[in-house]
T-cell receptor, first 116, second 108 residues
């Protein structure tokens, strides 16, 4: 089965510019996650969707970050405007079911963002 | 909201067993213990998970303490390809909160 697809793989932007990342989860997976991973740290959960509804966005900096998952499939994560501290790898993951704690999550390869 | 504690780094000789410890003293009765690993420049990948009983799969074994406040990931024969950061995660409410993980170095 195809894995989680993310694009672009790399992005370099200047501070105060906008950027968007795209994620296509594994077909049929209801739950989608976006993580931010700063160099040397573990991934930090930004937002979690169940189908097209948000179930947890408590750690999303809502003044500059936004995410949507139209039709409960693909998702986009946007940063506007970007700051230097947003430089990180942005990971998308999906899992098959909500509420089943014994299901695994599948991760994409991530998008490496550099803000200069 | 990392709820697990792991050593920052460990070393192992190639083809020897590796025991990666994890403490999760605040675990609740319904939390599953998951382990993921992250190879350089890749996204995390699933290794194993369990609830109460010890678990085995083709990649590793998971030993869970009787009180569930700690667990150990066991790689039976470390290879160079096992060099990665290993994350122990409590899956609570279908959410995966990562800590800083253990960076495993495998020495040839």
């Amino acid at each position: 089965e195809a894995g989680v697809a993310q694009s672009p793989r790399y992005k370099i932007i200047e501070k105060r510019q906008s950027v968007a990342f795209w994620c296509n989860p594994i077909s049929g997976h209801a739950t989608l996650y976006w993580y931010q991973q700063i160099l040397g740290q573990g991934p930090k959960l930004l937002i979690q969707f169940q189908n097209n509804g948000v179930v947890d966005d408590s750690q999303l900096p809502k003044d500059r970050f936004s995410a949507e998952r139209l039709k409960g499939v693909d998702s986009t994560l946007k940063i506007q405007p970007a700051k230097l501290e947003d430089s990180a790898v942005y990971l998308c993951a999906s899992s098959s079911a909500w509420g089943q704690l014994n299901t695994e999550a599948f991760f994409g390869q991530g998008t490496r963002l550099t803000v200069v | 909201d990392a709820k697990t504690t792991q050593p920052n780094s460990m070393e192992s000789n190639e083809e020897e067993p590796v025991h990666l410890p994890c403490n999760h003293s605040t675990i609740s009765g319904t939390d599953y213990i998951h382990w993921y690993r992250q190879l350089p420049s890749q996204g995390p990948e699933y290794v194993i998970h369990g609830l109460t009983s010890n678990v085995n799969n083709r990649m590793a074994s998971l030993a869970i303490a009787e009180d569930r406040k700690s667990s150990t990931l066991i790689l039976h024969r470390a290879t160079l390809r096992d060099a990665a950061v290993y994350y122990c995660i409590l899956n609570t409410g279908n959410q995966f909160y990562f800590g800083t993980g253990t960076s495993l170095t495998v020495i040839p």
